[in-house]
């Protein structure tokens, strides 16, 4: 059967339903980590692990930079690697970033700086769905590729949910550890209110209407196999890959305090 | 005979003396160029043929910056996609860019604006060979992208004697024409800096300089084709391929001046 041809808000309902059902929101993984069920070395495994995805996030951009053509989309789009990478302010000092505040989580949660930028201890999982992303963005149509960042119509939702849920459950991640989640709250939807406009706008066939859903299903997949590998290592059945990170054993609540 | 290793300035030697011998600054387009020796149809073609140049530079940074690891370099590269792209200031007014000012000259030439951004009346020559310097920076190393870029090294010599020469001879092209070049003369400098001191430090081994070297003088050909591409079609010995610009017939002084 031949899909039907979509009106724009159509294609937005059909582009929110994915997210409904696929988004990583729903994921175990993520439902642990905000109810406040998983220990010190299990949001250290996952912090770990999402900073491959945070700092390949600004390479994935550039791929799409390369081949938009006008200025004015270039400018759109750099803002987000702007958001990543940061500026340097017109005193010479550097003024934060998105990838540098995701490090300060890290440290946060206990783990050292440059053992998280070596990257050398990330599960394959993670590695072989982040460079997928990259990837496909790299080599599919820009239509799909901006489509592939509309997850961020769905992350206010979860960022929040993880940040009340780990401040409420984990006494040892304080506020400014997870200092990277708040301007994320006013990025991601100024981000996807242009890419989801660029794609309701651009999407006017058939055909491109089903690569647009295609490559939002793609990307959920994306993120929902990272918490996958993450579930499967530290979680149940708990199985670490030869050569990833293996948390420090569990310390007494009084020494953890210490 | 296989090539001597060389220290950092040595190595700064051979790359200068790659432009001494082998940019266009030598090529007789340019020589006309500066000379008044070119008609307006002449100096049409170039602006128009040369827009596709500069239009490609920031997807060429682009691709570059996407294979950069680190945020620090693809801040540094980054100034060169701004500088070409332009910012839009906290007023919400755009700032202008060297990709606008370069359609200014266009215009100030007496192009039509939409015709020269289709870009589809230009020279084959001019396409292919900076489609090659596009894809030369997607596919060959980081360093010999880097490399290539080292031609801004000769360009404040070059954009001298062009503004000046074009100033002196053409009563028809005002000095707000010519506006995109000067802060070429400040950014240049800048970024060939950057990209001599990169290149110095990181071409560690004979292979690595050799390699350098040749993304040079890969580089150097880009832009001679392009202009032995105009000097063919337009000067001598005037043979305009299928499809590409044509002139409008020369107008008296008379009417020019009109």
């Known amino acids: 059967m031949t899909p039907d041809f979509l ?7 059909a582009l929110r339903q994915i997210g409904a059902e696929r988004y990583h929101i729903l994921h175990p993984f993520h439902r642990l980590l905000h109810d406040g069920k998983l ?10 692990n999402r900073y491959y995805y945070q700092a390949a996030i600004p390479a994935k951009d550039s791929w799409l930079m390369a081949r938009l053509v006008s200025s004015e989309l270039r400018r759109e789009w750099r ?12 005193d010479g000092k550097f003024q934060g970033s998105g990838i540098e505040r995701w490090l300060k989580l890290a440290e946060g949660v206990g783990l050292e700086r440059e053992a ?15 460079d997928a992303y990259v990837h496909f963005v790299r080599d599919r149509s820009v239509l799909e590729a ?27 991640i304080s506020p400014e ?33 089903q690569a647009v859903l295609g490559a939002l299903r793609f990307k959920c997949d ?36 210490a």
């Open 79 to 90: 803002r987000r690697i702007e958001d990543h990478d940061g500026n340097i302010g017109p």
């Open 116 to 130: 998280v930028i070596r990257a050398d201890q990330i599960l394959p999982e993670t590695r072989f769905a982040v």
């Open 177 to 209: 550890t997870l200092a990277y989640f708040t301007p994320r709250l006013t990025q991601a939807p100024q981000d996807s209110d242009f890419a989801l406009a660029y794609v309701k706008q651009h999407a006017d066939t058939v055909e491109k209407q």
């Open 146 to 172: 901006v489509a592939s960042s509309l997850t961020e119509l769905f992350s206010p939702k979860i960022i929040s949910e993880r940040v009340s849920g780990m401040l409420a459950h984990y006494d040892w």
């Open 222 to 257: 994306v993120l929902w196999s990272q918490l996958d590998g993450l579930y499967f290592a530290y979680v149940a059945p708990g199985m670490i890959p030869p050569g990833c990170f293996v948390p420090a054993p569990e310390r007494t609540p009084e020494a953890t305090s």
């Open 39 to 48: 220990n010190r070395g299990q949001v250290q495994a996952w912090a770990l």
């Open 7 to 13: 009106n724009p808000d159509e294609l937005e309902v």
